[in-house]
């Protein structure tokens, strides 16, 4: 009998297996003595399936093509032993596999459990923009994802290790809402992650409340206690903003040493703490707990770097120099050791070893240090002049650098070199590589001296321990305290949330069986392997299931009701772009490359000389034609009285307003500098506060009478670029001095013009505008809402001082939007075409900004580089802007002025569709959609006619789909034997959202029964709270009947064709894609 005959699987192990997948890794710990059997088993499995697989292959190589195979691979098989080597610990293979699968399954990322696999997998590599993409899917494919918490959780640290700080905390919110049994951390573990994240964003107040919390709570472990008593004490070493020196002192000894004490066997707080120390003055204590921290076998770059501070502090450079040596050789890009080397060489009249260890410190060293550049500069122009070191010459009091990399480290330093030293966390990566022994040390030493005689065997051997070296030397990287240098002084964001998820596992709670209802799509799980007849199936045999039922749009709503009956697909899953579809993903930049021409096109104008061009369909036409369109003298036309939106006239009608405003920098609209004035970045930071019509405007009339007095002092001589820097001043100043120039403005926006009562005269004025342009209209989609939603129904207004900024964004669910300038100064427009919008998104990504959550102003010549083109244009006084669906814009005000804007949603195919499209994607990007989408699409479906077939089956399919999902969660819940009660909409009731995942809730809200302030839930959070949803009570919005009626009325309509002469002509006519009626009761 062969091996593979020999490895049989009885019918309990195909059940035990058929149970295990990626939702096990955390819980399962497969390295422990309690799971030994299990672990044999899946062994056991791995072995199998990997020998049917090799037997395939060699069936394959044997047989002529089209022959018949005894064995067929289901490509779930690969799924299936990917889940079991992540399992096992085995990333590489688990990768593999489930590249294996991905490649073979075309509808892979409809299978939860293998992207929350191949997410693992991406994040144990840091492969952050991966892990995202993954875990974001497996949270889209499944809302009530068992294994949802642990998701948020990485999430949320990757997004905070990448700064994106917004959507780590809307991660840390929900994983913290999610059940605590099913994750593999601790509510008090979360709580840290949070607080560590308000000290990431510069909170450091609120930070150190949230830390000294925490150290109140009763049940807290002794390996948490000691990482927030590091973080806390480190906070208060560095941040002046908590107190007086002598009293911060203090705290930060007192913080660390009860570190220390909580874990003795970590060195981590015995450096801070040697840091402190130095930092006082106290070197013998600051060499006393560094000496400690090495002897704690967690001897690390950052350590030696300090110990050889101390050193050349105590001018002791021979002591230094060694100790700088060593965290060199640790860290090879260590920039903070190169350059106190590089400094110990000059202070030594070492200039070219000086100069190397410059250089060798990075860019990483110089971008930072103007002092240092010009160092560098200087010892380059004096090297390139002066002549060769004499061999006869006299002594140097240290060795060069070739000769220090080789010496042998004394005796002192050597008893206190690191040997194996571990992360200074526990949980070590299994498959991390052993440290380099002392003698594998040496012989790589003497093979690079004498790199250029070696044999073949001998590089080779070089080559592998070199490799080995240097991935030890990254794996302990990732886990110590960033460089003496480092303006942050604290643990990096990555090294702190890597190595505490990874012992949040170490005590790993009981596996919980888990509901073959809790994932929707069950059998990706499986893992079958056969032809006519399967050699294994991890699977034990069951009744025959329930098969999908097959939905489309010509199906009536009484055969969707019956077919819902007999669906097995999961209730909450379904997109509304249509039955087994994706999310859309973002658009790569077109081909074919543009042109520079195209690459900086002119900017659409349009010139109104009159009411009747003012309402002809050719305006409209010519908007809906451009991706972004200036319309000149539409206000002038049309007589609008843009005076009721002077700050004059806001003061005297509501000087009391609230007022939102941004504190920017001013810069020149073609630039973007960082606080330091350095260097040109993407990050756009404004500081967010609140005042009062009045107060701005008093802002508004000083900053212009100021400009007017800097231009009288100056003779008369215009100020440059109304106030703001000028692209030669910003290139030839320097950083010193632009940093000096740089001046501080405030920008007022968001001020709410909703109110009618309070602002009938200026929305009346707005009536005067033609339909499509209006605020509110029956043409207009958004009117449709039958609700408030600020600044996108209603008009917001916008009060500027010259280099106000409104970053770069699309408008939320790519609607349109109006703005009209309404002077005296002007405003500078930048836009990018929707097709191009994730060209730009990959630019923010690059530069670690978010695109969703962050804020950005673009630098136009890294997008024309990109090939992404970029209109450029000026808008004046009464000029009215069109942003088309989707388009991607930023603005500055180059004088001063008050702007209006606000969307409108015409009723066309391309607009819906994109619509749709953000809607789904913002999901994926747990981004609230604040236009309410589902709701939006039945008022349309119940007030217009449309004769558009592409606009009717996008609507169509949008209906189909969420009457599906409404019927699926009110099946649900009544199999569940929770009441369910009609609640219906009041007149204007705004949108329910979920709120934990902040997705739309339509027609069926589940709510907590006895809660005073009822909180809506969407199904899958509620089951995700309690799985038998105990103490949820579902509300119906709607009758079913109603629902039916409107759907089943919601056809295509064909207009009847005009009579007579008449008939040629219209028929060359396009037909509107909608025929707007006004609605009945809007809901």
């Known amino acids: 009998m062969d091996e593979k005959e020999e490895l049989h699987l009885t019918s309990q192990e195909l059940q035990v297996l058929s149970e295990l997948d990626s939702r096990q890794f955390g819980f399962l710990k497969l390295r422990g003595s309690e799971h030994v ?52 610990e085995d990333y590489a293979k688990a990768m593999s596999a489930y590249q294996k699968f991905y490649a073979l399954e075309q509808d892979n990322w409809k299978d939860p459990l293998f992207l929350y696999g191949l997410g693992l997998c991406y994040y144990h590599y840091n492969a952050f923009e991966w892990a995202t993409k993954a875990l974001q899917m497996s949270l889209y494919v499944s809302p009530g994802f068992s294994r949802a918490a642990d998701a948020h959780l990485r999430l949320a640290l990757m997004f905070k290790a990448r700064r994106f700080w917004g959507a780590a905390a809307a991660h840390f919110r929900r994983a913290k809402l999610a059940p605590h049994q099913d994750a593999t951390f601790t509510r008090l573990e979360l709580s840290f992650h949070a607080a560590h994240l308000l000290e990431a964003r510069g909170l450091r107040k609120a930070a150190r409340d949230a830390y000294t919390k925490l150290l109140n709570e009763p049940q807290l472990a002794l390996t948490l206690k000691a990482d927030i008593c590091r973080q806390l004490g480190w906070l208060y070493h560095r941040c002046a903003s908590l107190g007086e020196p002598a009293a911060r002192a203090r705290a930060a000894i007192w913080c660390l040493n009860r570190a220390v004490k909580a874990e003795p066997e970590s060195g981590a707080g015995l450096y801070l703490l040697g840091r402190c120390f130095a930092a006082q003055g106290k070197v013998h204590d600051a060499f006393v707990a560094y000496r400690n921290s090495v002897e704690k076998s967690e001897g690390n770059a950052d350590t030696w770097c300090s110990i050889g501070v101390l050193y050349q502090q105590q001018n002791q450079p021979m002591d230094a120099l060694q100790a700088y040596i060593c965290a060199v050789q640790l860290d090879k890009g260590h920039s903070a050791a190169w350059t106190n080397l590089g400094s110990l060489y000059e202070s030594c009249q070492m200039p070219r070893d000086a100069f190397a260890c410059y250089n060798n410190g990075g860019a990483a060293a110089t971008a930072s240090h103007s002092a240092l550049r010009q160092r560098l500069a200087f010892l380059k122009a004096h090297l390139a002049h002066a002549p060769l070191p004499s061999v006869t010459g006299k002594r140097r009091q240290l060795p060069s650098i070739e000769e220090a990399w080789n010496l042998p480290i004394s005796a002192e330093m050597s008893s206190r070199a690191p040997k194996s030293a571990p992360p200074p966390y526990p949980g070590k990566r299994p498959d991390e590589p052993p440290p380099l022994t002392q003698h594998q040390l040496q012989t790589l030493q003497y093979l690079q001296r004498n790199s250029h005689n070696l044999s073949p065997q001998q590089q080779a051997l070089m080559q592998q321990l070199l490799s080995q070296y240097r991935l030890s030397q990254a794996a302990r990287a990732r886990a110590v305290t960033k460089s003496e240098g480092n303006a942050n002084g604290g643990e990096s964001a990555e090294s702190l949330a890597e190595d505490l998820l990874k012992r949040f596992s170490d005590n790993p709670p009981e596996i919980k069986k888990e509901p073959v209802s809790e994932c929707p799509a069950p059998s990706s799980s499986e893992a079958v392997l056969g032809g006519r007849q399967p050699v294994v199936k ?12 097959s939905f489309h749009i010509g199906m009536s709503a009484k055969h969707i009701l019956e077919a819902c009956k007999h669906d097995a697909s999961g209730p909450s899953a379904w997109s509304v772009l249509g039955p087994g579809l994706g999310p859309p993903e973002p658009p790569s930049v077109p081909p074919p490359r543009l042109s520079a021409e195209q690459l900086a096109p002119p900017a659409p104008f349009v010139y109104v000389e009159s009411k009747r061009d003012a309402f002809s369909p050719q305006l409209q036409d010519f908007c809906l034609k451009h991706p972004i369109a200036v319309v000149r003298g539409l206000t002038a036309a049309l007589k609008l009285d843009l005076g009721l939106f002077s700050t004059k006239t806001l003061v005297e009608a509501w000087p009391d307003h609230a007022v939102e405003v941004r504190t920017q920098l001013m810069q020149s609209a073609d630039e973007n500098w960082d606080p330091t004035g350095r260097r040109r970045v993407w990050a756009c930071a404004s500081h967010r506060s609140h005042t009062t019509v009045r107060k701005y405007a008093q802002y508004q009339a000083g900053s212009f009478q100021e400009s007017l007095r800097e231009e009288r002092e100056r003779g008369g001589a215009p100020a440059p670029a109304h106030g703001a820097l000028s692209d030669s001043d910003g290139r030839e100043s320097g950083p010193a001095k632009r940093r000096r120039q740089a001046r501080m403005l405030r920008f007022g926006t968001n001020v709410d013009l909703s109110d009618e009562r309070k602002w009938r005269a200026q929305l009346t004025e707005l009536q005067k505008l033609p339909a499509f342009a209006r605020v509110a209209s029956a043409a207009n989609m958004l009117s449709h809402v039958g609700h408030v939603i600020l600044g996108m129904n209603t008009v917001q207004l916008y009060m500027k001082v010259p280099g106000s900024r409104t970053p770069g964004h699309q408008e939320n669910n790519n609607f349109c939007s109006i703005n009209i300038n309404i002077g005296p100064g002007d405003c500078e427009w930048f836009g990018v075409p929707d097709a191009y919008w994730g060209g730009v998104r990959e630019l923010c990504e690059r530069h670690q900004l978010s695109y969703l959550h962050g804020s950005w102003w673009p630098d136009p010549a890294e997008l024309r580089a990109h090939g992404v083109p970029v209109y450029r244009f000026t808008q004046r006084p009464g000029d009215l802007v069109w942003v088309n669906a989707g388009c991607v814009h930023w603005v500055q005000a180059t004088g001063w002025c008050n702007n209006i804007a606000w969307n409108v949603g015409p009723l066309t195919a391309r607009q819906y569709g994109l619509a749709l499209d953000r809607y789904e994607w913002n999901k994926v990007q747990n981004f609230k959609s604040i236009v309410p989408m589902v709701h939006l699409s039945w008022n349309l479906a119940r007030n217009i006619r449309v004769s558009d077939p592409r606009l009717h089956k996008a609507m169509r399919t949008c209906l189909m789909q969420t009457l599906r999902a409404a019927l699926g969660t009110l099946a649900a819940v009544r199999a569940r034997g929770v009441a369910v009660r009609f609640h219906g909409r009041a007149r204007g009731e705004a949108s329910h959202y979920c709120g934990v995942c902040e997705r739309e809730v339509w027609h069926a809200l589940l709510v907590r029964e006895h809660e005073r302030r009822h909180v809506v839930h969407c199904l899958a959070c509620a089951r995700k709270a309690e799985p038998q949803l105990t103490g949820f009570l579902c509300l119906e919005e709607h009758h079913l009947d109603e629902l039916v009626q409107v759907y089943d009325a919601f056809t295509l309509h064909r207009p009847a064709p005009p009579p007579g002469a008449h008939h040629a002509a219209a028929a060359a006519l396009p037909a509107p894609a909608a025929v707007p009626a006004l609605p009945a009761v809007p809901d």
């Open 538 to 549: 991890l699977e034990p045999l069951k009744a025959e299931p329930l098969k999908p039922v």
């Open 37 to 88: 059997r299990t672990r044999a088993l899946i062994l056991k499995a791995v072995k199998y399936l990997e020998g049917m697989l090799v037997q395939v292959k060699e069936e394959d190589r044997a047989s002529s093509p089209g022959a018949r195979r005894d064995i067929c691979i289901d490509p779930k098989t690969y799924c299936k032993l990917g889940h079991f080597h992540l399992l096992l």
